[in-house]
């Protein structure tokens, strides 16, 4: 036997307690508006490991990019610097040249020689910091590569106010 009856269109609609969550127009768009970052957090890590700031620029971050290879080319400079000092420090070790000028009496005025043992440990020590410090600076730009990927699309409302009692900076979050 089939019942057929007339039923508002009210009663037709899907019970709310079994129909899936539906979104609201507004909700739907804001979903669409998301959009992915131009890196992953992880390749974001690891460019930036490899290359300090390159990452940054990619997530349009140019200044902390420029901060990144300023650091690195300033310690790559130095790095070759103290190479140098450690090559010349191991080169004058056996220089025998201990006599530096005469006296008016004609007595020898030695000196001794300042390229010691002592000084290529120094000379050592100093490439090992610059080393350390590339190592730093590699490490830190591809943690704040990986930072910034996740909140890249984060929008920035800081400001900075000089008041009489000093700076004021303040951040305003909203949703």
Known sequence: ??????????????????????????????????????????????????LPGYSQS????PTAGALFVLTESIALVMLRESAAELHEARRFRTDSLVVIGYEPAGTPITQVSA???KLINVRRGHMEDWIAF??????????????AAHLWDLPTQISVESRPGGAVLAARISR
């Open 1 to 50: 036997m089939v019942l057929v009856a007339a039923a508002p269109v009210a009663a037709q609609r899907a019970d709310s307690a079994r129909a899936g969550v539906r979104r609201s127009a507004a909700d739907s768009t804001r979903a669409a508006q998301i959009v992915k970052p131009p890196l992953s957090p992880r390749r974001a890590f690891l460019y930036s490991l490899a």
């Open 58 to 61: 990619v997530l349009s971050r």
């Open 115 to 117: 390229f010691n043992d």
């Open 134 to 147: 590339l190592i730093a600076n590699h490490l830190f730009a591809a943690a704040d590569a990986y930072v």
